[in-house]
């Protein structure tokens, strides 16, 4: 009898702190989304708009508005001209836990509207493509952005999926691109790729991207190849000319050298002839 007492009162804990723990999880992100989206007030300015995004980041990272919060945040670095900014918040968004997706009040404002998801939404569209979060209700009816409709004639398959991942990555590359980085644009690309629908529009842009980003890594690999195997040729030549400039100096010193020591010979025979003519002179002047 007391054992079961004991186990009954030991599952009664861990059923209220299972309902504690997703109470607390839930309040959370309740409260995430109210700062989040009052970052959307139309009486804020940009700083303190991006100021609550970033704390949306940095204290609710674990919630889905995080997702958003960065997305935001790009878009807006993107736009102002901060690329830099642009490219660590995408990367940011990237390297989270589980792949990046917008909620729809995201999706219903000015900020996504004047993006270029919208545009990428509709030629998913006729692929049968439909961008819908998990959980949301997915109506076979009419393709009006953003209303989670799509249109298909009976027989089509509709397709949920997911478009941030992609964008995301591909606008990174971009961005790195721009920046002259290519090997990380590759990557990035690369990635867009792996994320894009099968034999779609996008397979084919990011597969023509890549071919050429990877051409100019090949022409750029030959040229510091080339480069390299021109410089040990060009010090080669540098030392040869080198040694022989010192020979060239060494036997002009040499025959300067020779020169010194045969004007001194002369010298001396001048000098010794010079002192037989006096002893003559004199012998002649003694004589008379």
């Known amino acids: ?37 009052s970052a959307f007030l139309p009486q804020l300015t940009g700083r303190e708009r991006v100021q609550i995004l970033e704390d949306v980041v940095e204290q609710y990272g674990d919630t889905r508005w995080a997702d958003d919060a960065l997305w935001v945040l790009s878009e807006m670095a993107d736009r102002g001209g901060y690329l830099k ?25 000015r900020v996504y509207i004047d993006s270029v998801a919208p545009a990428v939404e509709m030629l998913l569209q006729y692929t049968g493509h439909l961008y819908s979060r998990k959980g949301e209700k997915v109506i076979v009816f009419n393709p009006i952005p953003n209303t989670g409709n799509l249109y298909s004639r009976k027989g089509e398959k509709v397709i949920v999926f997911n478009p941030i991942p992609m964008l995301t990555a591909e606008e990174l590359a971009f ?42 890594a090949e022409l750029i690999k030959k040229a510091e190849q080339k480069t390299e195997n021109t410089q040990p040729a060009g010090k080669a030549e540098e030392v040869e000319q080198k040694t022989e400039n010192t020979e060239s100096a060494g036997k002009a010193e040499e025959a300067k050298t020779d020169n010194g020591k045969q004007e001194e010979k ?20 003694g004589g008379e």
């Open 175 to 216: 961005d790195y691109q721009r920046t002259g980085e290519n090997k990380l644009a590759l990557e990035q690309y690369r990635k867009a790729l792996s994320a894009a629908p099968p034999d779609s529009f996008f397979t084919k842009i990011y597969t023509r991207r890549i071919d050429q980003l990877e051409k100019q």
């Open 1 to 37: 009898m007391a054992l079961r007492v004991t186990l009954l009162a030991a599952l009664c804990l861990v059923v209220a702190a299972t309902v504690a723990s997703g109470a607390a999880d839930d309040e959370t992100e309740d409260q995430a989304r109210w700062d989040y989206e």
């Open 266 to 285: 002369t010298g001396e025979k001048a000098g010794k002839q010079d002192g037989e003519a006096d002893s003559r002179e004199d012998e002649e002047e």
């Open 85 to 109: 900014k642009a490219i660590e918040f995408r990367k940011q968004l990237l390297e989270r836990k589980s792949p990046p997706e917008l909620e729809p009040f995201t999706r219903s404002q």
